[in-house]
């Protein structure tokens, strides 16, 4: 059950799973640092510190990390951001911005839509960001995506409102036979004589939205409660296992608790294997025969992974390897945290031509049952330059095979071979 409390209500108010959700198997806990891999993890909160009706705050801390062949930990790099939006605007105008580290000329977003036309306003503003800061740039380019993403806790409030003042239910909304009527000048609630209704108005402008990916498909969960209560559904996810390891405080970087209707973006890419180690060296230490990190390597292993023969650290026979993990997670007031969106991807990128040669997604949690009817469209990027992930899933990856979430989870993955290159620079 999904719980919230709201302010002056003395019992939590309870969403059983709705019954057409998708799969509930949330991750717990995060892999153990490999010898010889670099982890990137980023987190996005997006809060309210002046409360529901305020704006709404993105708060971004990353960090890369090495961890060499002996174990010991080095910061590769680390960046911040605060970006806060006008949550009541359509367009969410930026209210507020800075980042770490400072960049000259951003101030120039204050004012832009963090929604439609931000990323391509960040490209025009610093066009060499990506490039010069790419952690940076990392946080930056999630900010459209959180900024609709964030929406959803204040759906959920209305909802805990809602279900604590017992709110008589909307009527069924028929469906249109034609184009969605002007937007009315009222405000939502009953129609004025010879004006449209607005409620019929937003379900019509929802309706338009039909097909836009595998969740949003016409005649699936969504579009289902959109004709017949003319809004969206509330999602109802499973609890969030922490993702931290007890035995390693470097799994993860620092980041403080969620607030009450506060939500989370989580992403984690780690890095490994792709190195030839018998009779070689890895990270310019010879284990053929000897050690590393006080580890007999010669037939044995590094870190518990298979080193001798031919192979890679982490897989025989394998190329560079990335596994990447995603989760959109929301904090309830007076509950617990639960996972809206988790997706993990396994890919093998080729360190000579810098080519996917195999890639696998997986929807971990997904709100709808129409989800997960996206997740074979990872496999596309197999053949393609990792590197440019970016720009490839935001040209060609749209429509009902798609997700927004896991596109999010896959242009991410243009940041491999930079993070590959670092690796091999600093150790």
């Avoid at 002996?70 to 960046?79: F, M, S, Y």
């Avoid at 595998?214 to 499973?238: C, H, L, N, Q, S």
């Avoid at 991807?345 to 996917?356: E, K, N, W």
């Amino acid at each position: 059950m999904s719980e919230g409390l709201l302010a002056g209500s003395s019992l939590p108010v309870v969403f059983p799973p709705h019954p057409r959700h998708g799969p509930h198997d949330a991750t717990v806990g995060s892999p153990p640092r490999r010898p010889g891999s670099v982890r990137r993890t980023v987190t996005i909160d997006m809060v309210h510190p002046e409360g529901m009706n305020g704006p709404t705050a993105l708060l971004g801390r990353a960090r890369d990390l090495l961890t060499r062949v002996d174990g010991t930990a080095v910061v590769l790099a680390e960046a911040a951001m605060r970006v806060e939006i006008d949550t009541f605007l359509r367009k969410r105008a930026i209210l507020a911005f800075e980042t770490s580290p400072p960049v000259p000329g951003l101030d120039v977003l204050m004012g832009v839509s963090a929604a439609g036309g931000f990323r391509a306003a960040l490209a025009t503003t610093a066009p060499a960001l990506a490039e010069t800061e790419p952690l940076l740039f990392a946080l930056l380019d999630d900010v459209p995506v959180a900024a609709l993403v964030s929406g959803y806790a204040t759906q959920r409030a209305r909802a805990e409102k809602a279900a604590t003042e017992q709110t008589t239910p909307r009527p069924a909304l028929a469906q249109p036979a034609s184009p969605a009527p002007p937007a009315p000048p009222a405000p939502a609630g009953p129609a004025a004589a010879g004006q449209p209704d607005p409620w019929a108005y937003k379900a019509a402008k929802l309706r338009r939205q039909a097909d836009q990916c595998a969740g949003w498909v016409a005649g699936g969960t969504i579009m289902i409660e959109v004709d017949a209560r003319g809004e969206t559904p509330v999602v109802t996810g499973p609890p969030a296992p922490p993702l931290g390891r007890p035995d390693d405080p470097l799994a993860w970087h620092p980041f403080d608790p969620l607030p009450a209707h506060g939500m989370r973006r989580h992403r984690r890419i780690d890095i490994f294997g792709g190195e030839a180690v018998d009779g070689g060296v890895v990270g310019g230490e010879a284990v053929d025969g000897g050690v590393v990190g006080g580890e007999a390597v010669d037939g044995g292993v590094v870190g518990g992974e298979a080193v001798d023969g031919d192979g890679v650290v982490g897989d025989a026979g394998a190329g560079l390897l990335v596994e990447a993990f995603f989760r959109d997670s929301h904090q309830a007031d007076g509950g617990g945290e639960t996972v809206i969106h988790e997706y993990t991807v396994d890919a093998t990128v080729d360190p000579a031509t810098g080519l996917f040669t195999a890639l696998e997604a997986a929807g971990r949690v997904l709100p709808w049952s129409e989800c997960p009817g996206a997740v074979a469209s990872a496999r596309r990027l197999v053949g393609t330059p990792a590197a440019d992930a970016r720009r490839l899933v935001s040209a060609e990856f749209a429509g009902v095979t798609t997700c927004t979430h896991l596109n999010d989870t896959l242009r991410a993955l243009a940041d491999v071979p930079a993070l590959a290159a670092a690796r091999g620079r600093k150790r």
